[in-house]
């Protein structure tokens, strides 16, 4: 399985910015979608932004209009640009598949990110 590597959370304002990175061990990028997952304190994980083979992105209704998903398939590394952030966009993000049951990937540790008001 490849193995996914998740970077760039911290604490943050309310309003601020923050870049998160995944790094891949294969090239997967270009063949599968690729999403950035959110688990946040207390709820189930839930997919917040999908990249597809041909580039085409997709977004849950709470992160829409504030955060981009993008990759360099030549880096093997998925982006996820996080704008106007929310102290209800806390929790642990995590890349994966979409689905994530595909046998393709792992689960990494996942990147925390922390909004304060």
């Known amino acids: 399985q490849v193995q996914l590597v998740e970077s760039g959370g911290g604490l943050v304002q309310a309003g601020g910015s923050l870049r998160l990175s995944c790094a891949a061990s294969?090239?997967?990028?270009?063949?599968?979608?690729m999403g950035w997952y959110r688990r946040a304190p207390g709820k189930q994980r839930e997919l917040v932004a999908v990249?597809?083979?041909?580039?085409?992105?997709g977004y849950a209704d709470s992160v829409k209009g504030r955060f981009t998903i993008s990759r360099d398939n030549n880096q093997n590394t998925l982006y996820l640009q996080m704008n106007s952030l929310k102290p209800e966009d806390t929790g642990v993000y995590y890349c994966?598949?979409?689905?994530?049951?595909?046998?393709?990937?792992?689960w990494g540790q996942g990147t925390q990110v922390t909004v304060s008001s």
């Open positions: 294969g090239s997967i990028f270009s063949i599968y979608t």
């Open positions: 990249i597809r083979r041909g580039g085409t992105t």
């Open positions: 994966n598949t979409d689905p994530y049951d595909l046998g393709v990937s792992s």
